[in-house]
């Protein structure tokens, strides 16, 4: 009986915590990596959408009739902003990467500043483009 009761206070110490992710403050550069990550997975799921409408659009004047009624939809309009955003993102925090692989920027106080630029410069960017599109 003694041995079963060791053994058992053996395996619940060693049993997994519950951790709650709200109660962490992730640093920028910890939250641009996600958005990097999450803004490639909407470029990929984007991608059938897109070629549908394109090849919808060069199907002849009637394609790109409809192809130009379904941009006219608000939340096409907002679909297309968010993947605008995500290419923005991922190609401005690719360029990070590709500096930090260079050993550039990979001090900590730069490190955040420029993690802090991407993080601020994509929506400013994809408004911007939008605006003029």
Known sequence: WAE?????????????????LKQFRFP???IMSVGHRASGVLMILAI??????????LSGPEGFAHVSTILDSL???????????AMLHHLL???????????????????????QAVTVAAP???ILIGLVL
């Open 75 to 85: 939340f096409i309009k907002l679909v297309l902003f968010v993947v605008l955003w």
């Open 48 to 57: 059938p959408f897109l070629a549908y409408m394109l090849d919808l659009s």
């Open 28 to 30: 920028i550069a910890a």
């Open 93 to 115: 925090a690719g360029i990070r990467y590709l500096l930090i692989d260079f050993h550039l920027g990979v001090e900590k106080e730069m490190a955040t500043k420029s993690a």
């Open 4 to 20: 079963t009761t060791r053994l058992f206070r053996m395996m619940t110490k060693n049993r997994p915590v519950y951790l709650d």
């Open 124 to 126: 400013v960017l994809a």
